[in-house]
């Protein structure tokens, strides 16, 4: 009983230390800690990593590079920057999905070092003098169902469809049956992509009847469970469980998507403000365009540069 | 008519009576098809890999001495310079066997850090050359003959949920930290100092609204204060800061259910013998409300483990073992949030309900110890 | 002799101080709930109510009566998610109810003690299921089996939100019901039995109507998690971005995935709409707390209130 009481005793007295110390808690920042090894290989800031130990470097990168904007590069961009981080190891990149708008405004701002997006600059985003690095290109697909029959669609027809204009499947050459929109949320990049792409706008806008998923997948899932559903998606996620049709007549493949004749494709860009951008940022763009940077482009779906 | 009457109301009670039973039957059946549905789709997804294993990928540049004097044949794989068993892989070389005094156990990455390598690790690259570019003989032979410091692209395999894991348990251990003390000192003023009177009114009046506010708003709150306003950006110390919040009406309630326990005859004997109202409340007091405030962390775990939509805009949504308290390597998902973001971004519901019944497994062991709790509790005070 | 009482009184002295800073320790610790209360209303309402006021304001009247929500053409209309929320919470309570109630009688009036000991672990494990795995069962097993009996042919719908919502609601009405059923006095039941009442008669004239303000209590509760809910119904709501529904099969857009769908990644006016939200959700969660604090005064049970 009595060494029982001791222990709540001391239970109670940390219980009280930590109400008062609970206050002080914030100070644990996160400080930097580039413990600067002298020993270290290193790493110039234009090579890629396959570059041999011996190479002369010319300088050791190190600091913090801010990344923000488009969600839809958050695979790419995450590889990317656990490979560069991995051979320059001094270097923190911290990247937020903060949508394209924010990333770009971010960079105008100076708030960012990297503005990604995941759409053209529009004309009054451009007076700021950014300088743009197309680093991917990605194609929208078109998702419907395995079961549908369909296999083409136009543009037009897709503003109608996502309009609300057309509203059953056997107007554009199917069965008849009501067409199941669905959308991404409002913020997304592909949705905005997407609607500039086929002028949505001018057909009136999104149809109030359009199912909103939030994500890719979301979307992905929701065609795959629903025989008259049809979205737009990344082509990265289209697999088994969707079919993707063609627009205009064209596949939606990587080389059309990057001449353009499929026209569902945007590009995917850095925007930084050259005068100030640090070292490191700059060889982190230049990595981004290197080999094993495009590589990466690939992996997760999207169109390497070349 | 008396019989008439008396098969009416046998039919009206039947009727009742079976009514009744279908909605025990659907609460129970809802339950089975719930449970069912997460066990089927998600148990295949649920191996040792899943447990053990990082989220991420996670790729690496190692430098390793190759000693190519350690000539030796082997079995088909076997690299005798690195002490090292690999086989082909998808466009690289998986590693099935490392040897005990092998050189990989002593690689270090470009921070001259130690990075030992394990099983399953792939290697990417060697040298220069990436091992897509490379047929399987080719890229065998190359690391074969290298000697020397050798440097190799190496990417652990991910696929895990220790990350978020981890994550779960900071955030459960961070939040306790904050909301434990001052829920049960509250519990403590309401139940053995306040008196009636309008500040005990307004608090009162206060956690009730706590209690009653959607976890959404508590998102929005923690973004607005703690991740924007004071600049923690998402991190676990800021989500932990809302949870507490979120977690102070469960702890103060319950905690002064237990202290209400405690007979005034308690209290009195010992102001009798002298001792003033902090030594009773600490020695007295507290002791006796020992298990009632387990059941109180325990709860408050089981919100922690089941919040989601106050953590999303708070602790952020990424894989990693958080670094520090606030900032960006400090932002982390917990298993709940991760399973979300699954949903959401992927479409891949097995592995959100693989996620989903490792949540499940928590959940019931933590009903099963606040049970133990309350019946040890009650068996004590012969309450049962 | 002197010194000794000097040091008595020191003593006593550190004792009081001793007493009084933990007293204060205490009440501090009291009034965390309160500033807190008072800091999530200021926070959230001065950022919400931002949009309506200076200039460039956005009308209030359009806001609450709007049938549109397009942030990119700052349109923020809110009616049908209002709306949307309102259905979905009654349609829960309708169903949930009547199931819990039924279901809490069984357990405290007619069930032997060895199910009971099964069935209620079980309502507490329902209980304490993330709502994130309610959204994914909703997702894989509920909208499908929607889809196929839908009109609209397609399964996240008004009726999808009320079946998972009224699931999400049973344990609590389930738990609070049996309690106060349990606390109806025995006398109760035997003079009804003594007025020749069968036992099913007893339930459901002497010993429900007595229980009825816990019920009460149990139903507002339930009104509360209904209309709060977010994640769960994020996945399966449809989140239409206008319109009002006009059939159990139409798409909803509850105010609590509104905010929830679209916070991450939006900015400006766009976010302050969301608070706005924001606080027409709170104000709501503000009637029924009122409420349910005015029904526990009545019932002298400052219980908790989990």
New interface residues.
Partial sequence: MKLKNKVLAVLLTIALVGVLGGCGKTNNTNSNTSDNTTTEPTQAATETPAATDDTSSTDNLSGTVTITGSTSVEKILNDMIDEFTASNPDVTINYTGTGSSAGISDSIAGANDIGASSRDLKDDEKSAGLKEVTFAYDGIAIAVNPANTLTDISVEDLAKIFSGQITNWKDVGGKDATIVVVSREGASGTRSAFEELVKLEDAGGLTEDATVAEGNGSVQTTVAGNENAIGYVSFSYIDSTVKALTVNGVEGTPENAKSGTYVLSRPFLFVYDEAKASAAAKAFVEFSLSDDGQAFVEKHGGIKLD | MNTKNWNNRKMKDGFLRSLIYLATAVTISILFIIIGFILYKGIPGINFNFLTRNWDNKTTFVNVKADASKAGDGAEGYISSLGITVKEGDKNLVITKIEKNSAVHKAVNMKNESYDLKKDDTITKIGADNTEDLSYTDALKLLKDSDGTLRLKVTRPGGGIVPMFVSTIYIILLSLAIAGPIGISAAIYLNEYAKPGRILRSIRFAIQNLAGIPSIIYGLFGMLLFVQTLKMQYSILAGSLTLSILLLPTIISTTEEALKEIPRSYREGSYGLGATKLQTIAKIILPGALPGILVAVILSIGRIVGESAALIFTAGTVAQIPEGLIGGKSSAATLTTKMYWLIKETGDLSSASSIAVVLLVLIILLNIASKMITRQFLKKTGNG | MKKNVSNQNKAGRA?EY??TL??M??????????L??I??IV??FA?GLRPFFGKDAYSFLSFITG???????NVFGILYMIVGSLLATLGAIALGV??????A???AE??PKKIVSV?K??????A??????????G???I??LI?KISP?????SLLAVICVLT?MV?PTI?SLSESSIRAVPKSYREASYGLGA????T??KAVVPAARSGILTATVLGI?RA?????AV??IA??????LPTSIFS?V?PL?TN?????????GR?QDM??AT?VV??TF??L??FT??RL?KRLGN?????
């Fill in positions: 004792v001793k007493e933990f007293r320790i205490f009440l501090l610790s009291a009034l965390v709930s309160v807190s209360v800091a999530i926070f959230v950022k049938l549109k929500w397009d942030p990119n053409n009547p199931i819990g109630l039924l279901t009688v069984f357990i007619i069930a069935i672990p079980g309502i507490e494990l329902l304490g299921i993330p709502s994130v795995i309610y959204g994914a069962f997702l894989g097993i909208v499908p889809n609209t042919g397609q399964g996240q699931i049973l389930i069968s036992k099913i008669q339930i459901f509360g209309i709060g809910e977010t994640m994020m996945m449809g989140n239409n971005i206008g319109g798409k857009r609590t905010i929830a769908m679209e916070m991450s990644y939006a900015s766009h969301l608070f924001g959700l709170f969660i503000m029924v707390n349910l604090i526990t400052e219980g908790p209130l989990r």
